[in-house]
């Protein structure tokens, strides 16, 4: 049984999702004023490897994830190159998705940006003043924390401590508009030339907090299974989350709370943030290291651990990878001149791998042990390489299993298996054609097959191809 780790209980809880056979998950993205750094990345590898076992599992997956588009620091950025603060926030998002893909990062099945939704952000914040959780001074307005009973149980702290720990931050501006330290913002009036929009409270713009209320809410609804994010954003912001939803719609907010684990750096594993200034970005990781490297080594560590990034532990993922590699060609090679058939011995020792795969990652994702059952995988196509007799059948079996398990851990071998989905493309076309009866179209894809050194075999459950 899949168990989790939910931050709310402190514990391993089974998971269930709210709807049968479909996960609906929410991960804070970045905000998009810079190339992201290593932490950002380790975030969207570790909740991208969830999603992806979660679908192995045979889960339907909604996974949101959001740029934050509008704050102070895009618009300190911009000021200092001169560019609007959305179009460099467009930039940034661009530069994302370009380090993302790199990384074998699925997209989300949607980005949303807070710049997007400030109608619906403005009828958030209405409501939650209507309601009595939040008032408006000077054209801000602020969420009445003490007024949210379960505020601070998230993070396990009581809000008398908050306040200690919020007075010593606050400024006198502040402090004399809100009427309490803890509370937060939900709206900032614009200051003079600051980028804003018509509110009811005037020109203004959203506080951080507020966007994943609404973002998550409406894509995901009121209730959904799973909220992820960095360790760091557990006080304030996902505290603050719960506080902006729950009183807002009187319901459960998130059923599993998930947050990842620093990357460290250094003799010290100092955390790795930008306000220590020692933070790398991605884009510049990538000039020199192989981004599927990169992905398999950040991959590799459960999501909860921290992740100490030096050249070393680099390079250690770059020659497990290559191991990988190297079995799956031997494999491929075994496979394409095998004699078809099926071995039993196979299929049974598959299962059993199988079994102990889903043990191992069904354990809070407990990567480091799903990695060693892949790589007791690829010590069986090491083996069946060097065997001239086992069946061709069962070799399909254990190469897809073997990129199946490959795929979780963000990992195609690009030339092998591009390759093999455009055989496949190609069949299924051939298929259509002579559904169609159009012998012409498919007498030229057979050729054009052939050519490639694939032979086709007609049978009663649809066409099998093999390499000559
Ligand atoms: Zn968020």
């Given at each position: 049984m899949l168990?989790?780790?939910?931050?709310?209980?402190?514990?391993k809880e089974p998971f269930t999702p709210l709807h049968p056979g479909?996960?609906?998950?929410?991960?804070?993205?970045?905000?998009?004023?810079?190339?992201?750094?290593?932490?950002?990345?380790?975030?969207?590898?570790?909740?991208?490897?969830?999603?992806?076992?979660?679908?192995?599992?045979?889960?339907?997956?909604?996974?949101?994830?959001?740029?934050?588009?509008?704050?102070?620091?895009?618009?300190?950025a911009a000021h200092e190159t001169g560019e609007a603060p959305l179009d460099l926030a467009q930039r940034f998002i661009d530069a994302f998705m370009e380090d993302t893909t790199a990384l074998g990062i699925e997209p989300a099945t949607a980005h949303p940006r807070a710049s997007q939704m400030i109608p619906d952000i403005i009828d958030f914040?209405?409501?939650?003043?209507?309601?009595?959780?939040?008032?408006?001074?000077?054209?801000?307005?602020?969420?009445?924390?003490?007024?949210?009973?379960?505020?601070?149980?998230?993070?396990?702290?009581?809000?008398?401590?908050?306040?200690?720990?919020?007075?010593?931050?606050?400024?006198?501006?502040?402090?004399?508009?809100?009427?309490?330290?803890?509370?937060?913002?939900?709206?900032?009036?614009?200051?003079?030339?600051?980028?804003?929009?018509?509110?009811?409270?005037?020109?203004?713009?959203?506080?951080?907090h507020i966007e994943c209320s609404v973002m998550s809410t409406q894509l995901l609804g009121d209730?959904?299974?799973?909220?992820?994010?960095?360790?760091?954003?557990?006080?304030?912001?996902?505290?603050?989350?719960?506080?902006?939803?729950?009183?807002?719609?009187?319901?459960?907010?998130?059923?599993?709370?998930?947050?990842?684990?620093?990357?460290?750096?250094?003799?010290?594993d100092e955390k790795m943030s930008k306000s220590l200034g020692n933070f790398i970005t991605v884009h510049d990781i990538l000039k020199t290291v192989d981004p599927q490297v990169l992905r398999f080594f950040m991959a590799g560590t459960q999501y909860r651990m921290p992740i100490r990034y030096s050249d070393a532990n680099l390079k250690n993922a770059a020659n497990s990878l290559n191991r990988l590699k190297i079995a799956r060609e031997n494999l491929v090679y075994r496979r394409d001149n095998a004699v078809p058939g099926v071995d039993p011995k196979i299929t049974e020792q598959l299962q059993t791998l199988k079994d102990q795969f889903i043990t191992?990652?069904?354990?809070?994702?407990?990567?480091?042990?799903?990695?060693?059952?892949?790589?007791?995988?690829?010590k069986l196509l090491n083996e069946y390489a060097n065997e001239d007799t086992v069946k061709r059948e069962s070799l399909d079996d254990l190469l897809n299993l073997y990129d199946a398990w490959l795929q979780i851990f963000g990992?195609?071998?690009?030339?092998?298996?591009?390759?093999?989905?455009?055989?496949?493309?190609?069949?299924?076309?051939?298929?259509?054609?002579?559904a169609a009866k159009d012998f012409a179209k498919s007498d030229q894809i057979r050729d054009q097959l052939a050519a490639q050194g694939i032979i086709l075999e007609d049978t009663p459950q649809g066409t099998r191809w093999r390499r000559k």
């Open positions: 168990t989790l780790y939910n931050t709310m209980s402190r514990q479909e996960i609906r998950m929410y991960v804070c993205g970045p905000t998009v004023y810079n190339y992201i750094h290593i932490g950002n990345a380790r975030s969207a590898i570790a909740f991208d490897t969830i999603r992806r076992y979660f679908e192995y599992r045979g889960y339907h997956v909604t996974y949101v994830s959001n740029f934050t588009d509008v704050d102070d620091k895009i618009i300190n914040v209405q409501d939650l003043v209507a309601k009595g959780y939040a008032y408006a001074v000077d054209g801000d307005v602020y969420y009445r924390a003490r007024k949210f009973k379960h505020y601070g149980e998230l993070s396990h702290q009581n809000v008398d401590e908050l306040e200690e720990g919020a007075s010593q931050h606050i400024t006198q501006e502040e402090l004399a508009k809100k009427e309490d330290p803890i509370d937060f913002a939900l709206w900032k009036a614009a200051k003079p030339g600051e980028i804003s929009w018509d509110s009811p409270w005037g020109k203004g713009r959203p506080g951080w209730t959904f299974d799973i909220h992820g994010g960095g360790q760091d954003l557990e006080f304030p912001h996902h505290e603050n989350e719960i506080a902006q939803s729950e009183s807002k719609t009187g319901k459960q907010f998130v059923r599993y709370w998930m947050h990842n684990g620093f990357v460290t750096i250094g003799e010290d191992a990652m069904d354990d809070d994702v407990n990567v480091q042990n799903g990695l060693t059952v892949l790589f007791d995988l690829a990992v195609v071998f690009a030339d092998q298996t591009n390759l093999d989905a455009d055989i496949d493309a190609l069949v299924k076309a051939r298929d259509v054609a002579r």
